[in-house]
């Protein structure tokens, strides 16, 4: 049995290769995390027991904690201890762990979604997260040109795979 919600989105592929895609999951729910976030997840990722900013709990159905680190370079050198976040994660209820830079002053961010509770150590696109990222950003003062477009902060190969998965998925 699935359980789940629907939503509308839609999805195509452009003259240029690139797929273009869009969703609507609905409201996003946020709320201020508890210590025992801080306390549990930074270490297990890697980092000391302060956050870079305050953290959100946020959903759009099941609840992820959204965590900012200062910049690109921090969020590059995460190096999550997945046992222990996973264990963090069940503990705490949260279904994922969305880290994201502090928004450049173009407006760009770069995010990393952690979900070992799931499987999935880390995924390379999360549309809810990103949803809930969306919620957060927007409730915090960000420059104006955030809707410009910039190149992706993922690795190539995953870039590749992100765009050869949304490409198979439009065909089909």
Known sequence: MIVGRVFGG???LEGDGLARAASEPGPVELREP???AYELVL????RGRRPAGPGRIASVGRAGLLLPVANR???AALAPDFERLRAACDRLGPLDVYVCSAP???GRAAARMFAPSTGVDEDIANADSTACLAATLTATPVPARTAAPGPSSKPPQAEAASRRALAAAVRA
């Open 73 to 75: 370079d921090e969020l």
């Open 34 to 36: 508890g210590p025992a």
């Open 43 to 46: 270490p297990a990722l890697g």
């Open 10 to 12: 839609w999805a195509r």
């Open 104 to 106: 450049t002053r173009e």
